[in-house]
T-cell receptor, first 113, second 110 residues
Framework: DSGVTQTPKHLITATGQRVTLRCSPRSGDLSVYWYQQSLDQGLQFLIQYYNGEERAKGNILERFSAQQFPDLHSELNLSSLELGDSALYFCASSAAGRQIGYTFGSGTRLTVV | EDKVVQSPLSLVVHEGDTVTLNCSYEVTNFRSLLWYKQEKKAPTFLFML????IEKKSGRLSSILDKKELFSILNITATQTGDSAIYLC??????????FGKGTRLSVIA
């Protein structure tokens, strides 16, 4: 157990739907990062939050949004889902805004049918 | 655009073989290079390399960084079936999240 908790582990939903993925960072870590891993694309950075504030944004679609709550857990919202959104979504956390030393959660496998 | 390229993308070897995985990068404001191993799900940290020419070693795994030529290699000696995984290379830049390569999928067969 890495200390980073992601739920749910698996999610199957239909095109056009909206889902919410949840991440609880490791105790004491203030930064949360979201990554998408597709079969042929490797880990693509989506967005980072630090202590409740958005810190960095990657190639995140407008249909996707995220937030980090006062208790530091984070949610990634995916809407108007398309088949191409099927992927593994990872959350990682790190201490005090440092960009190295990430700890990854086990991921949420999203399948859009 | 910051870029991390890994090769080969996949590799099949027999137990006992030695393998070398490659990672090259073209980035600005380089800080360090990291290797991760991804088995079933979560990537797990292997090495962080900051200085050129200094080998990091852990058991049968070792890695080295060449900051002049902008690449790193990960060596695995006497491979075992438990080494089968995706090996991810990532680069840490100044003030931006890690940039990952696409990974090398290693399969070790008995």
């Amino acid at each position: 157990d890495s200390g980073v908790t992601q739920t749910p582990k698996h999610l199957i939903t239909a095109t056009g739907q909206r889902v919410t993925l949840r991440c609880s960072p490791r105790s004491g870590d203030l930064s949360v990062y979201w990554y998408q891993q597709s079969l042929d694309q490797g880990l693509q950075f989506l967005i980072q939050y630090y202590n409740g504030e958005e810190r960095a944004k990657g190639n995140i679609l407008e249909r996707f949004s995220a937030q980090q709550f006062p208790d530091l857990h984070s949610e990634l919202n995916l809407s108007s889902l398309e088949l191409g959104d099927s992927a593994l979504y990872f959350c990682a956390s790190s201490a005090a805004g440092r960009q190295i030393g990430y700890t990854f959660g086990s991921g949420t496998r999203l399948t859009v049918v | 655009e910051d870029k991390v390229v890994q090769s080969p993308l996949s590799l099949v070897v027999h137990e006992g073989d030695t393998v070398t995985l490659n990672c090259s990068y073209e980035v600005t404001n380089f800080r360090s290079l990291l290797w991760y191993k991804q088995e079933k799900k979560a990537p797990t940290f292997l090495f962080m390399l900051t200085s050129s020419g200094i080998e990091k070693k852990s058991g049968r795994l070792s890695s080295i960084l060449d900051k002049k030529e902008l690449f790193s290699i990960l060596n695995i000696t006497a491979t075992q079936t438990g080494d089968s995984a995706i090996y991810l290379c990532a680069v840490a830049l100044q003030n931006t999240p890690l940039v990952f390569g696409k990974g090398t999928r290693l399969s070790v067969i008995a």
